[in-house]
C-alpha cells in the first residue's frame, strides 16, 4: 500500500511567494522540513515555519536526504516547473508518485515565449546545465527558434562562440534574464555585437536563427567531407543504407565494433537526443579522431572505448543494435557481437573482402537473417570525357535477435 502524499514539489519565480497560490502558500507554510537552493530558500523565507534545509553542493542524489525525514511533511522548492529541466524527474525516480504532488509556477521558457509572442510548442527548448554547449549543434536549423536555459552567466557567451562556428552570424538574440521578477531584463542583439558586461547568471538566451549557416542534414547519410577520417570509412551512400537497417529509435543504445571514424554511431545519436551508442576502436588516433566527429557534429556523449573485438565486448550492457563495418575477423567476433543482441535487436555487418563474406553467408546459413549486395558508382573523369567508376562494393547481413 502506498505511502501519503508526505511530499510536495514547489515551484516559485523570481517574485517569490508574491506569485504563490494560495495552496502553495499554505503547503509551504505548514511544512516542517523545507528543502531547496540557497536561493530557493530566500525567494520563499517570508512563509517558511519550518526547518529550512539547503541542498548540499554538490547537489548528489537528494533522495535519501528527503526519505529521511518521511512521512514528515516535506518541500522541495525549486525553479517554476520543476519537471521542466528541473529537479522533479529526478526526485520521480526514487519516490513513487503517489508519495508527492506536484505545485509548478510558469517555466522560464513559457514567460520567455510570453516576452517574445512565440509560440512555446514551435521553439525548440533545450539546456546547457550540466551539458556541453556542443550538444545544442543539431537544433541549429535554418529559420529555427530556440530557447536555451544558460548554466551560469558565461553560457552566452560559449554559445555564440558555437554559432559563430556554424555560419549564423547574423543570428538575433535575446538575453532574457531574471524573469517574473524585479530584476527582469532583456537585452536584444545579433550574434555578431558585443554581449554586455553584466549578464545575470538566471538567463535564457533566446535565438532566432537566419536562413543558412551551416546546419546539420537531418536525413541519414551525412556528406562524407563532414567527417574528419583517414579513408577507413563508411562512405555516405552505404551509411545511408546501413542506418535505415540498424533503424534506430528513441533511447535505443548502439554498440559499433570497429567505429573508425565514428561515422555510424554519430548518425545514429543524430536520430534522436535519447539515442546513445558505444564505439569500440583499438587505434588510438582513430577514436581521438571519432571524438572529435562527435564534438562537431553535436553528440560529445559518444562513448568510445578501446578495445578489440571479441574481448572488449566482455561487460557491455546489451544493446539494441549492434553495427560491425568491413570486417568481422572470425567466428568468435560474429558470435560475441550477436550475443550482445537483446531480444528483439538486430545486428548488420557490411563485408568488403572475400573472406568476411563467407563468413557472412555461413552464418546466414546458420542462424538466418538476410544478405543484401550493394554497390554504388560515382561520376569520374577519364581525360576530357566522364564515366562513372564502381566504388568497393559490399555484402550486408542483417539478423534479428
Known sequence: MSQPAWLSILGIGEDGVDGLSGTARRVL?????????????????DLIRGEAIPWPVPLGDPVPLLLSRRPGRCVVLASGDPFWFGIGSLLARGIPAGEFICLPQPSSFSLACARLGWSLQATATLSVCGRPVDALAPALQPGARLLV???????????????GQRGFEAATLHLMQALGGPRERIVTLRTDQELPGDIDPLTVLAIELPRGGRSIPMACGIDDAAFEHDGQMTRREIRALTLSALAPRRGELLCDIGCGSGSIAIEWMLRHPDCRAIGIEPDPERRARAARNARELGVPALDLREGLAPAALDGLPAADAVFIG??????????????????????????????TEALLI????????FLTR???????????????????RILQWVWHG
Open 29 to 45: 507554510t505548514e511544512a516542517a522540513f523545507v528543502f531547496g537552493a540557497t536561493r530557493h530558500l530566500a525567494l520563499g523565507c
Open 149 to 163: 536555459l544558460c548554466a551560469d552567466a558565461s553560457s552566452p557567451a560559449a554559445i555564440v562562440g558555437l554559432l
Open 326 to 355: 568491413g570486417g568481422a575477423g572470425d567466428d568468435g567476433v560474429l558470435d560475441a557481437a550477436r550475443a550482445l543482441v537483446r531480444p528483439g535487436g538486430r545486428m548488420v555487418v557490411n563485408a568488403v573482402t572475400l573472406e
Open 362 to 369: 555461413a552464418h546466414q546459413a546458420s542462424h538466418g537473417g
Open 374 to 392: 550493394y554497390g554504388v558508382d560515382r561520376l569520374d573523369r577519364i581525360g576530357n570525357l566522364h564515366t562513372l567508376r564502381p566504388a568497393m
